[in-house]
T-cell receptor
């Protein structure tokens, strides 16, 4: 059963703690993305990776870190330096073959930091 | 910089009527324009897309039109049903294989 999985669905943390959100895909896609979505808002790009062992900052990378050691996995760490970490986090992947821009999303992780 | 504007932010239509959502993009190099539907608490799902060499594409009750000269594209939903209620996002590609996203339209179908 192909797709993108994100875990957990809900995550609660205390302020000052780092937390890592999981994203796994078995679609054999080269590119992976992390977005943040605040209530009633659109999607803002945090980080993206077009190939294993390489990633680039998006529009709101401050306070976040990522790794891409395997094609299937693109975990996102929300560090204590992120001022407003409470949000809905979405992971996506894309084939990135010639002319293929479509992105496929996971179900999301809702992070609450108190 | 690259920008996609989406209107309206909220659209309320009677069940059975049509709904139209419009987007304008700024990057002349954009050549791929997808539309996504996001239900509450879920990830966005691709519902239809169009490439720059096509002016219109239809899939059952949904259609997308593209005017490259004016740099705008629209989503049309006919015979709306309660299950069409959701937030819809448009996007446009850039040269880095990224999508530039609109702010979203909340579509409400009134019974």
């Amino acid at each position: 059963d192909g797709g993108i999985t994100q875990s957990p669905k809900y995550l609660f943390r205390k302020e000052g703690q780092n937390v890592t959100l999981s994203c796994e895909q078995n679609l054999n896609h080269d590119a992976m993305y992390w977005y943040r979505q605040d209530p009633g808002q659109g999607l803002r790009l945090i980080y993206y990776s077009q190939i294993v062992n390489d990633f680039q900052k998006g529009d709101i990378a401050e306070g976040y870190s990522v790794s891409r050691e395997k094609k299937e996995s693109f975990p996102l760490t929300v560090t204590s330096a992120q001022k407003n970490p409470t949000a809905f986090y979405l992971c996506a992947s894309s084939p990135r073959t010639s002319g293929s821009y479509e992105q496929y999303f996971g179900p999301g992780t809702r992070l609450t930091v108190t | 910089g690259e920008n996609v504007e989406q209107h309206p932010s909220t659209l309320s239509v009677q069940e059975g009527d049509s709904a139209v959502i419009k987007c304008t993009y700024s990057d002349s190099a954009s050549n791929y324009f997808p539309w996504y539907k996001q239900e509450l608490g879920k990830g966005p799902q691709l519902i239809i897309d169009i490439r720059s060499n096509v002016g219109e594409k239809k899939d059952q009750r949904i259609a997308v039109t593209l005017n490259k000269t004016a740099k705008h594209f629209s989503l049309h939903i006919t015979e709306t049903q309660p299950e069409d209620s959701a937030v819809y996002f448009c996007a446009a590609s850039n040269s880095n294989y990224q999508l530039i996203w609109g702010a979203g339209t909340k579509l409400i179908i009134k019974p």
